[in-house]
């Protein structure tokens, strides 16, 4: 097929980029042994019964698989900048096929950032049963659709001057309204809030790992609602964008 | 170093011959069209008439040379040609079919003004990764060998130089083997010598039976390497013939010589003179023929000093041949 070479290509370079994967996947890395490193003794965090490690483990592997997700957005912008996306307009290669190929490159750092993080987890001493491991990378796997379409729309949206604090700004901010780095409570507006957004059902993808427990029918429509909506926004970015750079 | 501009001509026939039989059929005849095709652009000064209704044909086998001062449209019109950019008004056609269509069966290969290339991949690796999205691209060897690319095709593309980016972007652009080959000023970034390595392979591509056009702002170039010179300025096609007659529209001089007291009725009699201005003690003649302007001059006016003969700029020559750029009427190109 001929949108595999492409892909292949597409992939090498996503993994050659160096700093990129520094930042992308060394930084939660970075983050997590900074965290859980000197509290690898605390068993029982926040009252939850459950380990300082693990719970920053399933925590970090939602927040780094976002920004890895949302980051193609950079990507794209800077190809836009030079030109590239207005090259490929004048080729034969589908829409299809250069969705496809940016889709599986930011699942590639997902899924290199969900492998790495759970060595590392491994290495403080976390272990988890192999099916709430296997349910909750299922899980997150399908939580992260609707943020690589965000990428993707960001990317054709947004200059490259001001995808970084975009992609940066955006990932924190679901992150936060998301409750990734604390319990949103089980009400209030807060949690109201975070219950419509794909970054809460990622945490609790993630939290499969700690309890075994999928998403509820609310965590699906949630996440098939948003990566319908923003995967036309991205397709309607992309279809737009044919201007010269400026 | 392997140069450029080697490629049989036997092989080009089969190849070709190849690409037409294995896409779309050809609608006979049918080369590139452009209808009455116009583009407004909105800006803080008011509308920006980029294209005005211009029309061009270029039959198949042309290679046609796109020639104007900056602003001219160039770019704005092969944007069109490609696809890139919806005309306001007007129509393109590509061996009978849409831009989208020809481009989606693989007959269009550009290089456009500005661009660079992807990085983290080798030149081969690039070549391969694009090659890969046509349906009958040529081999990554001949188009490395045929662009004189061999000796960097291992380097990454972020370490070339400007013209080294250049020609990978040429082979970037005839790697589908396309029927139409666009250049938007190819040879910016390019040495003396690469310029004129560039124009050999492009020439030899072109020998296949390719359709070629290219923008540029030199006449110079347009002459050596287009078969048909169409002179853009304002939006507006103001000449459009073959070299040899493009040059001789464009290629007039001027004479600039200090005359302090000379009649501009006489000096406009000079034979070879075609109009005659002054800027305070200078005068300035538009030549048609300036060898016999001069003589005649210095036997009128043996006191002339400061002699300047200089070829009038493109820019200058446009004017001259445009004699209202802003007004909308429909324009009136100029017959050669
Ligand atoms: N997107 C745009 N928005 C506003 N004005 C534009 C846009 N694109 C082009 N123009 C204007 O249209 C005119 C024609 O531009 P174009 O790029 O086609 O010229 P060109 O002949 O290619 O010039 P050059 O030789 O400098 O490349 C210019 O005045 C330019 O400023
Ligand atoms: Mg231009």
Known sequence: MRGLVYTRYELLRAFRNRRFFFFSIGFPLLFYFVIASPNRGVHDFDRSGISLPLYYMVGLTAFGTMVAMISTGTRIASERQIGWTRQLRITPLSTRAYFRAKLLAAYMMSGLTIVLLGLAGSSLGVSLPAGHWLAMVGLILVALLPFAALGIMLGHLINVDSIGPATGGGASLLAFLGGTWFPLGSHGFLFELGRLLPSYWLVQAAHTGLTGHGWPVRGWVVIAVWSVVLSAGALYAFRRDTKRAG | ?336
Not at chain 2, 101 to 120: E, F, H, K, N
Not at chain 2, 133 to 138: D, G, N, Q, R, T
Not at chain 2, 166 to 179: H, T
Request: charged share 25%; with cysteine.
């Open chain 2, 1 to 336: 170093m392997q140069r450029p501009g080697t490629l049989s001509a036997a092989s080009a026939n089969r190849r070709y011959a190849g690409r037409v039989a294995s896409t779309y059929p050809t609608v006979d005849g049918a080369g590139i069209r452009l209808d009455g095709l116009s583009k407004s652009f909105r800006s803080p000064e008011g509308p920006v008439h980029a294209v005005r209704e211009i029309d061009v044909s270029i039959e198949r086998g042309e290679t046609v040379a796109l020639l104007g001062p900056n602003g001219a449209g160039k770019s704005t019109t092969i944007d069109m040609l490609l696809g890139l950019q919806p005309p306001d008004s007007g129509g393109v056609s590509l061996f009978g079919r849409t831009p989208r269509q020809a481009v989606d069966g693989g007959l269009v290969g550009a290089m456009l003004q500005t661009g660079s290339l992807i990085q983290y991949l080798s030149v081969r690796e690039l070549l391969t990764m694009m090659a890969s999205v046509y349906p009958a691209p040529l081999g990554v060897d001949e188009v490395l060998e045929q662009t004189g690319l061999e000796a960097i095709a291992r380097r990454r593309t972020q370490k070339l130089s400007g013209g080294e980016t250049q020609r990978v972007r040429f082979a970037l652009a005839i790697v589908s083997n396309p029927d139409l080959l666009v250049l938007d000023e190819p040879t910016v970034a390019m040495d003396v010598e690469s310029r004129h390595e560039f124009w050999k392979s492009m020439r030899s591509f072109a020998a296949r039976g390719k359709t070629v056009v290219f923008a540029t702002h030199y006449l110079e170039e347009a002459d050596q390497n287009a078969d048909r010179v169409v002179l853009m300025a304002h939006g507006r096609i103001v000449a459009d013939g073959s070299p040899t007659e493009i040059k001789g529209r464009v290629g007039s001089r001027t004479i600039r010589a200090t005359l302090p007291d000379a009649d501009l009725g006489e000096l406009s009699g000079l034979p070879g003179v075609a109009n005659a201005d002054r800027h305070g003690e200078a005068a300035l003649l538009s030549c048609a023929d300036s060898d016999q302007a001069i003589r005649a001059l210095l036997e009128r006016f043996p006191a002339a000093r400061d002699i300047e003969i200089t070829g009038a700029g493109l820019e200058d020559a446009f004017l001259a041949l445009t004699a209202d750029p802003d007004s909308d009427a429909p324009d009136a190109a100029v017959a050669l």
